[in-house]
């Protein structure tokens, strides 16, 4: 069973901090993504890793910055954290990008920026 | 890139009847139409999907039909039970990778 575990459920931080969301997944995949999800906009993609040290900017990746040092760990980083990067923060991973690519979600991270 | 258009935002039915949720895509080379649910404080989860080799996929209370010609797909959804209360996404695989809709948030009235 595919486990896909957030490092925080909810956070809370001031304007300008430096914020790290941490994802682990435990079943080797390769291919891990950071969504933020909003009300009425859906699911956006940031960033994505297909492996290690391997990085592709998604949809929305201004502000965000990744880390995707061991195959497991995919980590979303918010340089000077901004009120409107407040949201709900999703991380999956898939086996495969493309067809058959199943995407795994954590339970997600809500992130309130003050 | 890809655009998924999903309808409607907010669906309310009653217990015992059916719901039906549509999406619709722009990319003809789009291939693979997952179905996600998200309940309330998780993070989506699969719950069918389609290729584009099929018309029509079945799993229980739950059915997924896809018009390539018209490029789109709805999820139908029979004899609503209070644990389907949730969001719906659909999405769409394309040479782009994956596009979400917006989400349909489902109410089932008792």
Redesign the interface.
């Known amino acids: 069973d595919v486990k896909v575990t957030q490092s925080s459920r909810y956070l809370v931080k001031r304007t300008g901090e430096k914020v790290f969301l941490e994802c682990v997944q435990d079943m080797d995949h390769e291919n891990m993504f950071w969504y933020r999800q909003d009300p009425g906009l859906g699911l956006r993609l940031i960033y994505f890793s297909y492996d290690v040290k391997m990085k592709e900017k998604g949809d929305i990746p201004e502000g965000y910055s990744v880390s995707r040092e061991k195959k497991e760990r995919f980590s979303l980083i918010l340089e000077s954290a901004s009120t409107n990067q407040t949201s709900m923060y999703l991380c999956a991973s898939s086996l495969l990008l493309g067809l058959a690519a199943e995407q795994f979600f954590g339970p997600g991270t809500r992130l309130t920026v003050l | 890139g890809e655009n998924v258009e ?1 309808h409607p ?1 907010t669906l309310s039915v009653q217990e015992g009847d059916s719901a039906v949720i549509k999406c619709t895509y722009s990319d003809s080379a789009s ?2 139409f ?1 179905w ?1 649910k998200q309940e309330l ?6 719950i069918i ?1 389609i ?1 584009s080799n099929v018309g029509e996929k079945k799993d229980q209370r739950i059915a997924v039909t896809l018009n390539k010609t018209a490029k789109h797909f709805s999820l139908h959804i029979t004899e609503t039970q209070p644990e389907d209360s949730a969001v719906y ?1 659909c999405a769409a ?1 394309g040479p782009d ?2 596009t ?4 349909t948030h489902l109410i089932i009235q008792p």
């Open positions: 999903q935002s291939n693979y997952p996600y404080g998780k993070g989506p989860q699969l999907d290729r996404f695989i990778g994956l979400f809709g917006k989400g």
